[in-house]
């Protein structure tokens, strides 16, 4: 049986080490016109977990980082996986895409959280309404010469 490394060499082609965007994309078996695109995007945005390199105008991927990663991706997701880093001239830029990004998300995560928040606070006081009306008027039944306290008698 062939490893993953020498099944992407027969792809590429006899004596060739590395893979271009579109044999890469055939390597993954990604599919779709946009799926060369994609790659680019994520490449530009430092957020494409395989490491490549340019050669001109083409950007090139090793077979062997592209088989290492496709054999460690049989695992599954896991909260410790390795922060995507991005590097302007050896320094470190940013750690899991932009700060003007993580600051949007903080933001529309603070967003959703105060409309969780509210949806929340409208259904508990709607709800404990309706349990302590129908807890009055349990009440009321039971006892009809008990004087009502400060609420409005509902009409039976």
């Given at each position: 049986?062939?490893?993953?490394e ?5 792809l590429?082609?006899?004596g ?6 579109p044999q890469?994309?055939?390597?993954i ?7 060369v695109?994609?790659?680019?995007n994520?490449v ?5 977990p395989?490491?490549?390199r340019k050669?001109?105008k083409?950007?090139i991927?090793?077979i062997?980082l592209?088989a ?8 599954p ?6 922060a995507?880093?991005r590097?302007?001239?050896g ?6 895409g932009?700060?003007?990004?993580q600051k949007?998300m903080a933001?529309?995560?603070?967003a959703y ?10 259904w508990l006081?709607d ?9 009055g008027?349990a ?6 010469d008990l ?6 008698r509902?009409?039976?």
């Amino acid at each position: 049986m062939k490893t993953t490394e020498e099944r992407l060499e027969e792809l590429a082609g006899p004596g060739v080490v590395v893979l271009t965007i579109p044999q890469l994309v055939k390597a993954i078996g990604l599919n779709g016109s946009g799926a060369v695109q994609s790659i680019r995007n994520r490449v530009a945005a430092g957020t494409f977990p395989i490491p490549s390199r340019k050669n001109g105008k083409a950007r090139i991927f090793s077979i062997r980082l592209v088989a290492e990663w496709l054999d460690g991706n049989d695992e599954p997701d896991s909260d410790d996986a390795p922060a995507v880093r991005r590097y302007k001239d050896g320094a470190l830029v940013s750690v899991n895409g932009s700060p003007v990004r993580q600051k949007r998300m903080a933001y529309v995560a603070a967003a959703y959280a105060r409309l969780l928040t509210d949806a929340l606070d409208d259904w508990l006081r709607d709800h404990q309404a309706s349990v302590a009306a129908a807890l009055g008027d349990a009440i009321d039944e039971a006892v009809p010469d008990l004087p009502s306290y400060g609420r409005k008698r509902s009409t039976p």
